[in-house]
């Protein structure tokens, strides 16, 4: 039996959980500052702001697949703190860049790139902390905990984010943001726990570990499918989101204020549909609630462009396709990462989930940079056009699949099950498919 207190009077969960939270809603503050910054302080153009987020995103694609190996050789509590501190440093350059009168855009592409590495090394961290902090029987809790906090910074932060702008300029708020990450950092440090180094000798070469993992993702059908239907949509997602502030605050002309109103009513959508996931894959199935809202996910790139179109109605039609948009997110992820975490043996966990990390964030600066071509060949709507057709259709590797009309997702692969039979189940998948 634990000895353990309860989450709610556990001094280290405490501080962990506060730190967290603050640098969620500090994060969402970014989120909202830097683009209103390139866009209408900078005057950046469609290009420009395709590197940007190109500049944003790199990181998973460079570092994103040995992270976690690397990782599982640091204490993670320290590298959290180090991230932190980073990330804090690096925000806190642009408002000082800004106030001497001498910052450009390719400051931003330079503080994109370093936060994005310094995150990437973060979140990896994190995901694997709450097991060395607290015993197995808290874990579930935590996580709830977590993701609650972490849905509300998303539903709050943007539309404080908005009001904020109207009355202090995007520099300042980024000033705030890294006010958060370094109570973050200090919050961290407050906290006390057990890890300790893994053993050297338990550990193989790096090039080993990574292939080992990819040879799982991409030798079983079904993690196949899951993580092409994923990419693909990130890629046109990617494509659309990434000149949604051009749409907003030049071609549309709607303020910040608006803009964080319409991020923040969405994301309401994201919290009803991680409380909605359990009753929806019970009502319809799980493999068809992850075909279905893979292919509704479409719906919500589409208000992009449609709000173009009928501009009287522009801010409903983008807070509803924002709504919309958030809650399949939850659905389908809830979803197809419970079937991953099914699939796979715990020895390979982190491996596998770097292992989809890597191609379904990876692909993501790649279609920031294209976007800012398109949008500067073929202009913002046509792009937007192309990445709403792109989204649909990225549903079709799950759609057209045994996934479909699965009542439950698959559970073959148990926690006992050695390579052998690992491999023997993929190349079964992949010789019969189950109907």
């Known amino acids: ?134 015993p197995g029987e808290q874990v579930g809790s935590a996580n ?80 196949r499918r899951i993580t092409a239907t994923t990419a693909v949509s990130n890629f046109f997602g990617m494509l659309a989101f990434t000149l949604e502030a051009i749409l907003i605050l030049r071609i549309l002309g709607l303020g910040p204020a608006a803009l964080g109103i319409i991020f923040g009513i969405g994301s309401v959508g994201g919290l009803l549909g991680a409380l909605a996931t359990p009753w929806l894959t019970k009502r319809i199935g799980e493999g068809t609630a992850v075909s279905l809202s893979a292919l509704a996910m479409g719906v919500g790139v589409l208000a992009l462009p449609l709000s173009a179109v009928f501009p009287v109605v522009a801010i409903p039609i983008l807070i509803v396709g924002s709504f919309i948009e958030s809650f399949l997110v939850l659905v389908y992820n809830i979803t197809q990462v419970t079937m991953r975490q099914r699939l796979t043996p715990p020895r390979l966990l982190g491996r596998m989930n770097a292992s989809i990390r890597f191609v379904v964030w990876g692909v993501m600066p790649i279609a920031a940079l294209l976007s800012g071509v398109l949008g500067e060949t073929l202009g913002v709507l046509p792009t937007m056009w192309i990445g709403t057709v792109g989204t649909f259709l990225a549903s079709a590797f799950v759609l057209f699949s045994p996934i479909t009309g699965m009542k439950t997702l698959p559970t073959e692969l148990i926690a006992s099950a050695d390579a052998e039979t690992i491999e023997q189940v993929a190349e079964d998948e992949l010789e019969a498919p189950k109907p």
């Open 144 to 223: 709830s905990k977590l993701e609650a906090t972490s849905q509300i910074a998303r539903i709050g932060g943007p539309g404080l984010a908005g009001a904020l702008l109207v009355v202090v300029s995007a520099p300042v708020l980024l000033l705030a943001d890294g006010v958060s990450y370094l109570f973050s950092a200090f919050a961290l440090w407050r906290v006390r726990d057990t890890e300790v180094l893994s053993d050297p000798k338990d550990r193989q070469s790096l090039p080993k570990e990574i292939a080992e993992g990819l040879k799982f993702v991409f030798g079983h059908s079904l993690l």
């Open 1 to 134: 039996m634990s000895t353990s207190p309860p989450l709610l009077r556990n001094r280290n969960f405490l501080w962990f959980w506060t730190g967290e939270g603050v640098s969620q809603l500090g994060a969402q503050l970014t989120n909202l500052a830097i683009p209103v910054l390139a866009v209408s302080l900078l005057g950046a153009s469609e290009w420009q702001v395709g590197v940007l987020g190109a500049a944003q995103t790199a990181a998973f694609l460079i570092v994103g697949l040995p992270a976690g190996a690397w990782i599982d050789r640091m204490l993670k509590r320290r590298v959290m703190i180090v991230a932190d501190l980073v990330r804090a440093v690096v925000l806190a350059l642009i408002p000082i860049l800004w106030f001497a009168g001498v910052l450009d855009i390719w400051h931003l592409y330079v503080v994109g790139a370093v936060v994005g590495i310094a995150t990437v090394f973060f979140d990896v961290s994190y995901q694997s902390y709450i097991p060395v902090l607290l």
